[in-house]
């Protein structure tokens, strides 16, 4: 063959070889951002969840202070005021706001059957009844203040870009 042929068998194979290696490097850039933006949403994701827990936790321990001091109300002999009704119902509201942003379905779970028997321990008539409730508020709540800080340090362990 002449010199003219493979010029131009050389050009056509040069250019195959040129659309391919771009393409390659384009896929690849691709990739590399969509992993880059997945790894920016999981951060975002984990900085939501650390947010919304640790406001959690303080409307947790100011349920249970409130939820004590209305039952501690009840004994007149320690002189203990009554919380403000309208801030315990925001408190209670509060925590079933952030408790329903939180991801961890048991996590959910345990605080609602905490908030609840927080409000039954608010609403008991029976004096021995709202004994038991409190004791239960109170440590549940301990328990949830402890399991909401292992959460909250699991969230500080920072995602790894694959």
């Not at 040129?18 to 490097?25: A, D, K, L, N, R």
């Not at 402890?146 to 969230?155: D, F, P, S």
């Amino acid at each position: 063959m002449d010199a003219a042929v493979w010029g131009f068998i050389g050009t056509v194979v040069g250019a195959l070889v040129s659309v391919t290696t771009t393409m390659i490097s384009a896929r690849n850039t691709e990739k590399l951002h969509r992993r880059t933006a997945e790894h920016d949403l999981r951060i975002r994701e984990q900085q939501f969840q650390r947010e919304n827990l640790l406001q959690l936790q303080g409307e947790i321990n100011s349920l249970v202070r409130m939820v004590s001091m209305t039952f501690l109300a009840n004994w007149p002999a320690l002189e203990v005021h009554r919380p403000d009704e309208e801030i315990m119902r925001q408190t209670f509201r509060n925590v079933a706001l952030l408790a329903s942003r939180v991801a961890d379905e048991s996590l959910r779970s345990q605080i609602a059957t905490f908030t609840s028997n927080g409000a039954a321990t608010v609403n008991a008539r029976d004096a021995e009844r709202a004994s038991d409730l409190h004791n239960l508020v109170v440590d549940t709540g301990l328990r949830l203040q402890e399991e909401i800080g292992a959460a909250i340090r699991q969230l500080g362990q920072a995602p790894s870009v694959q």
